[in-house]
């Protein structure tokens, strides 16, 4: 089926490729998407607080994002059909942004980091619209730093404050926005400025 409930988390059950054409076709319609990449971690953060569950509960895709994940549906019969990570979907994300000239942009981690993170994406991806940056250490209920994200109208954005900020501040930002697929992705720029 499509969804499968792993410790009463409900994940997508779809493959990368398939997810991937269902959010670009979402992005080119300017649907409001919430992605949550799950790992065992972030799930079991979930299920020991009830607040931070409600906000997975209102995510239109939770992804799994770890091989314990994958284990425990096999487990109980329901096999998910494969992980995916929210570092392969970041760049299956901006592989699209390169095609379609998506406006893409990008909040969180040290400010060098996001900077040469934002340089080496944007020269991979040329044809991404890098609609801004800004680094992740804010106060989670920065309004006004909102207020200027969605003022640059993403395409895409990406949270990368770690968990659980990074789906608290889509949760509390996202009526903001007229459109927009937001996605945490953890360190991933840290990884990705090496
Ligand atoms: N971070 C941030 N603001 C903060 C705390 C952390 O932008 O107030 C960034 C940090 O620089 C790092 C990422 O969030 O890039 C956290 O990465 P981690 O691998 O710990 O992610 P998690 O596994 O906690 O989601």
């Not at 997810?19 to 079991?44: G, H, Y």
């Not at 425990?72 to 760049?91: C, N, V, W, Y």
């Not at 901006?94 to 996001?114: C, K, M, P, S």
């Not at 209920?141 to 789906?167: H, K, V």
Request: glycine share 6%.
């Amino acid at each position: 089926q499509r969804i499968v409930d792993v410790l009463s988390i409900p994940f997508i059950n779809t493959t990368k490729d398939q997810l991937v054409k269902d959010m670009n076709q979402r992005i080119s319609r300017n649907e409001k998407t919430f992605v949550v990449t799950a790992n065992p971690e972030i799930v079991e953060y979930a299920n020991a607080h009830p607040e931070y569950k409600d906000i997975l509960m209102n995510a239109d895709y939770i992804v799994p994002d770890g091989i314990g994940i994958i284990m425990a549906s096999k487990l109980m019969k329901q096999p998910l059909l494969e992980r995916i990570t929210g570092f392969d979907l970041l760049h299956d994300l901006l592989e699209l942004a390169d095609q379609h000239a998506y406006r893409v942009y990008f909040l969180g981690a040290e400010q060098n980091v996001i900077e040469k993170a934002a340089d080496i994406l944007q020269r991979d991806y040329p044809n991404m619209i890098l609609a801004g940056y800004h680094h992740g250490y804010i106060s989670v209920d920065d309004a006004e730093l909102a207020a200027s994200i969605a003022a640059a109208e993403p395409d895409i954005i990406i949270t990368a404050l770690g968990f659980p900020r990074q789906e608290e501040w889509v949760t509390l930002h996202n009526p903001l926005f007229e459109k927009g697929l937001f996605m945490g992705v953890g360190g991933s720029f840290d990884v990705i400025a090496g």
